[in-house]
């Protein structure tokens, strides 16, 4: 009752203001829920479709526009008018940037005031360690993302304008950029960018806006304002290094996964071209999307891989998702102190707390929970699709990077809503952990210790 009432009125007049009574997660959920319904609504009118959509069509669209994922079950060139793509691209600025931080600027302007202690989901989700320098970070955020996006738009439309003309040309242009830099992977094109693999501008533009897009904004204004590395903070140098190590060492292993196979890197005659639809390859699974190569003609083993990747995701506070590399990085720093024998884990010669420890072992379950349940799940609904594409379409939605194997738009109904679900949770999941973990009350009643054999 008390969280219906909460639902119903999220505002309450208080002696100091207007207080915002809904729980963080709650914001969170009703939020995105809110925005899929819209824009749902939006793309399911006449004028936004070459055809008349269904109304699970268009919701699935939607929620895969605000989780900035770039699944599909619609042709986006054929099957929407210029409308609709533009409808498409809001959503997914809106997605990528962050609900939170649009929720953020809304609070501010209207001059609610949150709560202390729901203060910690708006600094869970945008880095920050004061509330008062939301206001400055998300007039960051805002206007970083639009001069990314315009020098992505003007580096393509060198591109394409030429080979579309002004009019096509620059709006393939914007799509791309705008899509790209928000790690959502839609596209113009029914193959994606599979028509560009050999083209250096296109694969160098694209890879650098969703690369950067997925450092996280916090990183990003670190370097702005350090712009030393010995003065970048632990977070920004993990980030980087580690983001650095795993586009490369996933690059080589394409390379020679992938080499030899005709249908993949096999059918590009040069080296240079070979060397560079791997490392696109390589990069897109953290939650970009696109793709340059036939996603569901690699190697099983390029194929695992990818998924791994995907699940890791990019930075924290980014457009994009997944358990986030700063979570995955935790994890291994941990493992590497056990076999140590050390107390706590450490890097760049400081030491992670116990804390810090918890919620990324805590962020990593909840998302291995997620998916297994997301495909077992499927393997009900849809027991008639391999094994493999319906564990690669599970994956991609929880890290909301848009990959497919193709069989997303043959899934049934109830498969096609499970995905969506997965989509949602995948984007919203791990900041409410997060919220949960910060927030969490020490018990007055402390019990006798226990012990429990692991291994």
């Not at 007049?13 to 709650?26: N, Q």
């Not at 939006?42 to 269904?54: E, H, I, K, M, T």
């Not at 109304?55 to 770039?70: C, D, K, M, N, P």
């Not at 939605?397 to 969506?420: H, W």
Request: glycine share 10%; aromatic share 10%.
């Amino acid at each position: 009752m008390r969280r219906w009432q909460r639902l119903r009125k999220p505002l309450r007049r208080a002696p100091h203001g207007r207080v915002l009574r809904l729980s963080p997660p709650e914001v969170l959920l009703l939020g995105f829920a809110l925005l899929c319904a819209l824009g749902a609504l939006l793309l399911w009118l006449p004028g936004s479709a070459v055809r008349p959509l269904a109304w699970h069509e268009a919701l699935f669209t939607a929620t895969s526009a605000v989780t900035v994922t770039g699944l599909s079950v619609i042709d986006v060139g054929h099957d929407l008018t210029f409308t609709g793509q533009a409808v498409l691209l809001v959503l997914i600025q809106i997605g990528g940037l962050g609900f939170m931080t649009f929720a953020a600027l809304t609070v501010l302007l209207i001059g609610a005031r949150l709560p202390i202690q729901q203060q910690n989901l708006v600094r869970e989700a945008l880095g920050e360690i004061a509330f008062s320098d939301v206001r400055h970070l998300v007039n960051l955020v805002i206007l970083f993302a639009l001069l990314v996006e315009s020098l992505g738009t003007a580096l393509l439309a060198a591109h394409w304008v030429p080979e579309y003309g002004w009019r096509l040309g620059l709006w393939h242009s914007l799509f791309h950029a705008v899509s790209a830099f928000n790690n959502a992977g839609f596209s113009t094109w029914s193959d994606s960018l599979m028509g560009e693999v050999d083209d250096p501008l296109v694969n160098g533009v694209i890879t650098l806006l969703f690369i950067v897009g997925g450092l996280g904004f916090v990183v990003v204004s670190d370097i702005y304002r350090q712009r030393r590395w010995s003065r970048l903070a632990m977070q920004t140098k993990v980030v980087l290094l580690a983001t650095l190590w795993l586009n490369l060492i996933a690059t080589a292993i394409l390379l020679g996964l992938e080499w030899s196979n005709p249908k993949t890197l096999g059918a590009i005659g040069d080296i240079f071209g070979r060397v560079q639809a791997a490392w696109f390859q390589a990069v897109t699974p953290r939650t970009a999307g696109f793709n340059t190569l036939d996603t569901g003609s690699l190697t099983n083993a390029s194929t695992l891989l990818t998924m791994v990747l995907m699940f890791i995701g990019a930075g924290s506070s980014s457009t994009a998702s997944g358990i986030k590399i700063t979570t995955f990085v935790v994890l291994l720093l941990t493992a590497r102190a056990f076999y140590r024998n050390t107390e706590q884990p450490t890097a760049f010669g400081r030491s992670i707390p116990q804390e810090t420890v918890i919620k990324a072992i805590t962020v990593a379950l909840a998302g291995v929970l997620l998916v297994v349940l997301a495909l077992f799940g499927l393997t009900i609904t849809d027991a008639d699709k391999p094994f493999l594409d319906l564990a690669f379409e599970t994956v991609s939605a929880f890290g909301t990077v848009g990959l497919s194997r193709g069989v997303t738009s043959d899934l049934s109904l109830p498969g096609q809503f499970l995905l969506g679900l997965t989509m949602l949770l995948g984007r919203v999941g791990p900041l409410s952990v997060g919220y949960f973990l910060a927030t969490r009350r020490a018990r007055g009643v402390r019990y006798a210790r226990g012990d429990i054999q692991i291994g």
